[in-house]
């Protein structure tokens, strides 16, 4: 089987840098995936990475260490709009995309 | 160019009848993937399709299946409903590997 681990809540300040960590277990593994997910909406794809090492898109990094079997999303400068759901998933190389059960991150004033 | 379309987007149903829930991909996406959401349970993997033929499944009982057309369009059908099953079923597309792109879901209320 396979599984994924994240921690289920997160709450930081507004411009402060919160970082989501995953580690996962499974067979076949492709690459690791981050979505966003607000309240009432479609989750969105943020990030991906398949080789070991940082991406960074703007605000947001993913770091993916394969010998590890762990990843880490990094939210910089923090804001309001960030209070959302955040799922890393697994691809495999059987195409199966599986996900974590969430982080809830919560941006206070 | 339009997104994942999902339809309807809400439905109510009784325990013991069936549903059919309908989603249209990206233009040019093959691969059509099902995915139920509950609260605390993160998206739990129901099925994925490519080309009309099922190439993955998850670990949900046989009320719970699927199809794609020769146009990409899948639906998924699930049959003597129970109460559990009251979820947000979200339907994803990929073109390539990296990312999957999401409708709106349909939130399916079993009474």
């Known amino acids: 089987g396979q599984s994924l681990e994240q921690p289920s809540e997160v709450t930081a300040v507004e411009g402060a840098i919160v970082q989501i960590n995953c580690t996962y277990q499974?067979?076949?593994?492709?690459?690791l995936s981050w979505y966003q997910q607000h309240d009432g909406g479609a989750p969105t794809f943020l990030s991906y990475n398949a080789l070991d090492g940082l991406e960074e898109t703007g605000r947001f990094s993913s770091f993916l260490s394969r010998s590890d079997s762990y990843g880490y999303l990094l939210l910089q400068e923090l804001q309001m709009k960030d209070s959302a759901s955040y799922f890393c998933a697994v691809r495999r190389d059987d195409y199966k995309l599986s996900f974590g059960a969430g982080t809830t991150v919560t941006v206070r004033a | 160019k339009a997104g994942v379309t999902q339809t309807p987007r809400y439905l109510i149903k009784t325990r013991g009848q069936q549903v059919t829930l309908s989603c249209s991909p990206i233009s040019g996406h093959r691969s059509v993937s099902w995915y139920q959401q509950t609260p605390g349970q993160g998206l739990q993997f129901l099925f994925e399709y490519f080309s009309e033929t099922q190439r993955n499944k998850g670990n949900f009982p046989g009320r719970f299946s699927g199809r794609q057309f020769s146009n990409s369009r899948s639906e998924m059908n699930v049959s003597t409903l129970e109460l559990g099953d009251s979820a947000l079923y979200l339907c994803?597309?990929?073109?390539?590997?990296?990312?999957?792109?999401f409708g709106q879901g349909t939130r399916l209320t079993v009474v």
């Open positions: 994803a597309s990929s073109h390539r590997d990296a990312e999957a792109f």
């Open positions: 499974t067979s076949g593994f492709y690459g």
